[in-house]
């Protein structure tokens, strides 16, 4: 079985400095890794991912997540936070053996981010 | 159009009633997702669909809930005797075999 874990309900930051919102990860083949976003009112949108590769993933609106296959973690970053990144935060992982079932995503509960001035 | 679309975008109805909801993936995209989304909390996977597999019904909550999807084309997902605790947002989404998925607006669901 896999299963992902966002252990901050919410995470608070000012705007300017940087933010982490965290995520751990159990899956029994290699973790294909996820982040997405969802603002009020709003469908997810797919913010980047890890299949493999460079540990260190960017994507879209400036973030950036870390693999760590040691801690199984792989935490959402960003360099200076923005009142407008404050949303709902998604971390998500599949079982990257086969195209079967194994395509299925599993997501964490979510974290949100708050970002002040 | 370019995106993943669902319809209705909401659905008020009373308990008992059956409802359809409305999904129209992303051209080309193999695979086919539901979810449902309680307010305030996380993602429930629900089915999915991946070219002419079976598909993967194993979030189903009850024999009340079914889908269907033709070919590669559009979902419907059907709940039948809605219950109080089935209002939920509904989303589908879409990809390419084993990519990121793509999601939809969602389906916002009361059932009174």
């Known amino acids: 079985a896999q299963s992902v874990a966002q252990p901050e309900d919410q995470v608070n930051v000012a705007e300017g400095n940087p933010l982490t919102v965290k995520c751990t990860y159990s899956?029994?083949?290699?973790?294909?890794l996820f982040w997405y976003v969802q603002y009020p009112n709003r469908g997810l949108q797919f913010l980047l991912k890890?299949?493999?590769?460079?540990?260190l993933v960017k994507g879209s609106y400036g973030f950036e997540a870390e693999f760590n296959k040691s801690q199984t973690s792989f935490h959402l970053k960003k360099p200076s936070a923005l009142v407008s990144d404050s949303a709902l935060y998604f971390c998500a992982v599949r079982d990257g053996r086969g195209t079967g079932t194994a395509s299925k995503l599993t997501f964490g509960t979510g974290t949100r981010l708050q970002v002040t001035l | 159009g370019a995106g993943v679309s669902q319809s209705p975008s909401n659905k008020v109805t009373e308990k008992g009633k059956d409802v359809e909801l409305r999904c129209d993936p992303i051209s080309g995209h193999t695979a086919l997702y539901w979810y449902r989304q309680r307010l305030g909390q996380g993602l429930e996977f629900l089915i999915y669909f991946q070219g002419n597999s079976a598909p993967d019904k194993s979030g189903l909550p009850s024999d009340r809930f079914s889908a269907e999807r033709t070919g590669e084309s559009v979902s419907t997902l059907t709940i039948q005797r809605t219950q109080q605790e089935d209002s939920a947002v509904y989303l589908c989404?879409?990809?390419?075999?084993?990519?990121?998925?793509?999601f939809g607006p969602g389906t916002r669901l009361t059932v009174l």
């Open positions: 899956v029994s083949g290699n973790p294909y």
């Open positions: 989404a879409s990809s390419f075999v084993w990519r990121e998925q793509f």
């Open positions: 890890y299949i493999t590769g460079d540990n």
